[in-house]
T-cell receptor, first 117, second 112 residues
């Protein structure tokens, strides 16, 4: 049972274009939605994250759009650059009881993004 | 600050062999976890720990054991390796209550 569905599996975008990766989730109790970026041979690293009380979060060229009613969220990369070529994972987590936070992540299947000159 | 370190980087095992993947962090993070990454399946949680002496199962725990005797170390043990355990394994850590997990560089394991 896949709780976070990610598409597309791979994406090729021209330099300067907009890259868009989509995710959908099933569990309405999820309350934290991060995106991780992974370069070949490296571990994933947190890129940007959003909570469901806002519909959009922007950090530089990266924007998360969040649609709570549709249970969907997406990553937009504006002015895509060759250095953005990487695998991107969306994820979601629940807030646990007491002092525990959003550590336990459920990941999507990943999108391999290639930016061509 | 070395962050999260994993050893070895690569390992080849024969079916039935056992081994331990090492993970250490020097950030004094309470939360540590192990994921496996397989093509088309993303990262799946194997085991996690919220502090020394406390561990719990994740999504795919079968065939793996963990222990957490110190805050710094969180080894993953394969009891009897199977070809289905061929994967890239990542260890991650975070401050308890924080949203950002820090991943190690991974261990690529092949079981023949």
């Amino acid at each position: 049972q896949q709780q976070v569905k990610q598409s597309p599996q791979s994406l090729i975008v021209q330099k300067g274009g907009i890259s868009i990766i989509n995710c959908a989730y099933e569990n309405t109790a999820f309350d934290y939605f991060p995106w991780y970026q992974q370069f070949p041979g490296k571990g994933p690293a947190l890129l940007i994250a959003i909570r469901p009380d806002v519909s959009e979060k922007k950090e530089g060229r990266f924007t998360i759009s969040f649609n709570k009613s549709a249970k969907q969220f997406s990553l937009h990369i504006m002015d895509s650059q060759p250095g953005d070529s990487a695998t991107y994972f969306c994820a979601a987590s629940l807030k646990r009881a007491r002092n525990f936070g959003n550590e336990k992540l459920t990941f999507g299947t990943g999108t391999r993004l290639t930016i061509i000159p | 600050n070395a962050g999260v370190t994993q050893t070895p980087k690569f390992q080849v095992l024969k079916t039935g062999q056992s081994m331990t993947l090492q993970c250490a962090q020097d950030m004094n993070h309470e939360y540590m976890s192990w994921y496996r990454q397989d093509p088309g399946m993303g990262l799946r949680l194997i085991h996690y720990s919220v502090g020394a002496g406390i561990t719990d199962q994740g999504e795919v725990p079968n065939g793996y054991n963990v222990s957490r005797s110190t805050t710094e170390d969180f080894p993953l043990r394969l009891l009897s390796a199977a070809p289905s355990q061929t994967s890239v394994y990542f260890c991650a850590s975070s401050i308890l209550g924080s949203h950002e997990q820090y991943f190690g560089p991974g261990t690529r394991l092949t079981v023949t």
